[in-house]
């Protein structure tokens, strides 16, 4: 039986419970559907949540509805005959971009989603093209899918109708990933060992692609002010690039087997890594310093609680500074070393 590490007061810790299921179709039909489930995203306003559901299908279904059905029936499932439902009954004189379900074929295995949405004062950054195909508007919701035959496709998640359909990659598209900023601007991670950075607010051109990768890249993730991304893949690799410049900022040592997952704290200090090593780092992006580690090592599993309450002073204080400076500039400000303390990562 496992344990919890002596750190951690069980009495804390609350007992989880499902609240409700989705499933997917019984039996596969016309082959577009099996039980294999990949990839969830939710869209960034919550409004929507979707899921590859099998081998060519990604069903987008509105949160809010389902959380509804939650509660109201308890722990029981949502199946997808009371799914169809909500649907019937949003599309009877809906207003416009009210959330609908959809299920959209994408025509190939679906490996990865993203959500993105557009502020419409963040312009394309190719400056000399004056005619779009697409105009966005603030309250566009698109939805990014990642193709087994290395396609992404783009679509309307108001409406399920496909916008552009995105070409260059050779091998699988593992993840995509949205700048937060709203410019629309896609980073996809492939199997091809390349990053490409897509501007979908220039019809979706391929404005650069990020070489560095020795093997298969599994993950990327912005960080919050969208100025770097973080990618980590095979052969132990996380990199940090500067979406400014398009280079490459540093190489993160520290893992023993392939890496498969990152993402930044909401100010964007701190950055977590995943890796088939077992273990879970938590790294100062802007040092490349391992401030803490997860792992196991011996096929143990533990729990880990994150405080509930509201965020304290020093955490407040944290992401007040990095608003406007770097962590290492941090380090150097002429205040007393306790000071310093208070505003440090370091454990």
């Known amino acids: 039986m496992a344990s ?18 989705l499933l997917a179709p019984a039996a596969p039909f016309d082959k577009k559907c099996g039980r294999e489930n990949w990839t969830v995203a939710f869209a960034p306003d919550g409004s929507y949540f979707a899921w590859s559901q099998g081998h060519r299908t990604v069903k987008l279904v509105p949160w809010a509805q389902c959380l509804k059905n939650f509660l109201l029936h308890g722990t029981k499932n949502v199946t997808n005959s009371s799914s169809l439902r909500l649907s019937r009954q949003n599309s009877d004189g809906g207003q416009k971009n009210k959330p609908r379900e959809h299920i959209i ?49 783009i679509w309307d998640v108001y409406t399920g109708k496909l916008l552009l359909n995105l070409v260059d990659h050779t091998e699988v598209v593992r993840d995509l990933t949205f700048a937060p900023d709203g410019s629309l601007i896609l980073v996809s991670a492939s199997r091809d060992k390349t990053l490409r950075v897509w501007d979908l607010k220039d019809d979706g051109n391929m404005m650069k692609v990020l070489r560095g990768h020795q093997n298969w890249v599994y993950s990327c993730a912005f960080s919050p002010d969208s100025s770097v991304l973080c990618s980590v893949g095979a052969s132990k690799a996380v990199f940090l690039w500067n979406m400014d410049k398009y280079t490459m900022i540093r190489k993160l040592e520290g893992h023993h087997h392939d890496v498969v997952a990152c993402d930044f704290s909401p100010d964007g200090a701190l950055l977590a890594t995943a890796s088939y090593d077992t273990r879970v780092y938590v790294w100062d992006p802007h040092t490349g310093d391992i401030l803490m580690e997860f792992g196991t090592h011996d096929g143990s599993v533990y729990f880990w609680a994150t405080p509930r309450q509201i965020p304290s002073l020093q955490h407040l204080c944290r992401m007040s500074i ?26």
């Not at 919890?4 to 609240?19: A, L, Q, Y």
């Not at 962590?327 to 370091?346: A, G, H, I």
């Open 4 to 21: 919890f590490p002596p750190r951690v007061n069980e009495k804390e810790i609350v007992r989880s419970r499902t609240i409700g299921e």
């Open 105 to 153: 074929d994408c025509g190939d295995i679906v490996w990865s989603l993203a959500f993105g949405s557009s502020v419409p004062e963040k312009q394309s950054r190719c400056v000399n093209i004056e005619w779009h195909r697409f105009k966005f508007g603030q309250d566009q919701l698109l939805l990014a899918t990642g193709l087994n035959n290395g396609r992404i496709k």
């Open 322 to 347: 990095r608003r406007v400076m770097a962590t290492q500039e941090v380090q150097k400000l002429p205040v007393p070393s306790k000071v310093l303390e208070f505003l440090s990562y370091r454990i």
